[in-house]
């Protein structure tokens, strides 16, 4: 059975960090890209990091550069999203995905076949 599941969402003020997690069945976890996304009401959806969990590379969306740090953990079938010097624009319901997506696809959301329920993130000014 295919099962996402995120947590770690929550509110902070600007500049603070947050970890989002996401854990999933061990038959979606193996050998697939874990991506996660974000979108808002009335916002197209936007992909922010994807890692390869056979190799750990890992793919992030210039805006979240240098700020969002994906890491795994292949013993809990989990991936980490890291979350710093979080930005009001930053808020969003965030989304874990799984797939298997082509060459240059790994942040579209229409490359993953599976998705969580999602975790809200709130950043104040």
């Known amino acids: 059975q295919v099962q996402l599941v995120e947590s770690g969402g929550g509110s902070v003020q600007a500049g603070g960090s947050l970890r989002l997690s996401c854990v999933a069945s061990?038959?979606?976890?193996?050998?697939?890209?874990m991506g996660w996304f974000r979108q808002a009401p009335g916002k197209e959806r936007e992909g922010v990091a994807a890692?390869?969990?056979?190799?750990?590379?890992?793919y992030y969306a210039d805006s979240v550069k240098g700020r969002f740090t994906l890491s795994q953990d292949n013993a809990k079938n989990t991936v980490y999203l890291q979350m710093n010097s979080l930005k009001p624009e930053d808020t969003d319901m965030y989304y874990c995905?799984?797939?298997?997506?082509?060459?240059?696809?790994?942040?579209?959301?229409?490359?993953?076949?599976?998705w969580g329920q999602g975790t809200q993130v709130t950043v104040s000014s």
């Open positions: 995905a799984a797939g298997r997506p082509r060459v240059m696809g790994w942040l579209d959301g229409y490359e993953y076949n599976y």
């Open positions: 061990a038959y979606t976890y193996s050998s697939n890209f």
């Open positions: 890692i390869y969990t056979g190799g750990g590379v890992t």
